[in-house]
């Protein structure tokens, strides 16, 4: 009765470890199956799609910041080709007529 048990008891053991091995298989299998997906869909890795994000940022702040400047240089222009009217008092002389 007691070899009965250990041989039980070793076939349970090696059935375990069977087991054991074909999860580990499965588990190999279910990445590289993942993995497979994943480049057909052409996904990206996370730290490759957040350098995107951030190379994004910083050209959004880039052209927000070139934006302004324009508007600055064209309220510039606009100043230089209509200037506004000076009102002399009497007396003084206007310095843009004077030669």
């Known amino acids: 009765m007691r070899q009965r048990l250990d041989d039980l008891a070793g076939v349970a053991g090696g059935a375990f470890s069977v087991l054991a091995g074909l999860k580990n298989e ?16 052409e996904l990206v890795r996370r730290d490759e799609f ?8 910083r050209a959004r702040e880039a052209t927000e910041m070139l934006e302004e400047e324009l508007r600055e240089l064209r309220l510039r222009v606009a100043r230089l080709e209509n200037p506004t009217p000076t009102i002399l008092l009497a007396g003084e002389a206007d310095s843009s007529t004077t030669v």
């Open 50 to 57: 957040e350098a995107a994000l951030e190379l994004a940022r």
């Open 26 to 41: 499965a588990q190999a299998l279910a990445k590289s199956q993942a993995e497979a997906f994943a480049q057909r869909m």
